[in-house]
């Protein structure tokens, strides 16, 4: 699996999943070189993109509803020279339910405040055996997410990363939040 340095990304003022969080996502994510995967809440597009870099056969989705950050992913896909990308401008749950066929792996990383109901129309556009990977800096909407996927009967983990980085002379340690990821499996029937 490629994984992309931060600093290949265009930034700007958007949030975007850090390098090792995104690397164990998207470990977690178990793509192939034919999937499809869609990222709900995009950001800078690092996960979908690096997603993206990962499937040369496949298709990745990215839905944002931040003007600034579409046009961000947009930069992001162009710098990278990524084609096999699709940017979706709009709220996540409506443009959620207008998809149609299903998802190998799907990524939450911003819901706007309707998590449960994007759990529940992402879990029916999920393959059978394939994976919902969600990304929360708060314990409340990391309990809401397992609580939900255990509602609709998904096998789920959940780990929390510190990521910390050492820099100057002094060797001080500059902390990132830490980052509960959760791994939801739809087994099969």
């Known amino acids: 699996m490629r994984i992309l340095k931060d600093d290949e990304f265009i930034r700007a003022k958007v949030p975007m999943t850090k390098e090792e969080v995104r690397t164990l996502s998207l ?5 192939k070189e ?3 995967i869609l990222d709900v809440g995009a950001g800078t597009g690092s996960v979908s993109i690096n997603a993206a870099v990962n499937c040369p056969k496949g298709e990745v ?3 944002e ?3 600034k950050a579409v046009e ?3 930069l992001n896909i162009e710098k990278l020279g990524i084609d096999n990308m699709k940017v979706i401008h709009g709220m996540a749950l409506e443009e959620i339910k207008a998809l149609s066929g299903k ?16 759990i529940d ?11 919902i990977v969600l990304n929360f800096i708060t314990l409340s909407n990391a309990v809401k997410a397992m609580d939900k996927l255990e509602e609709i009967g998904m096998e789920y983990e959940c780990v929390q990363v510190a990521v910390n980085r050492i ?10 939040n830490p980052i509960f990821i959760i791994n939801g499996m739809k087994t099969k029937e």
Do not use: P, Q, T, W
């Open 27 to 31: 470990v977690k994510m178990d793509i």
């Open 167 to 176: 820099k100057g002379k002094s060797k001080m340690i500059l902390a990132n």
């Open 72 to 74: 961000l992913i947009k």
């Open 34 to 36: 034919n999937s499809r």
């Open 61 to 63: 989705i990215a839905i």
């Open 121 to 131: 129309e992402c879990y029916e556009l999920l393959h059978e055996g394939g994976s």
């Open 103 to 118: 998802f190998n792996s799907i990524f939450i990383g911003g819901s706007g405040g309707e998590l449960e109901k994007i």
């Open 65 to 67: 509803k931040e003007d």
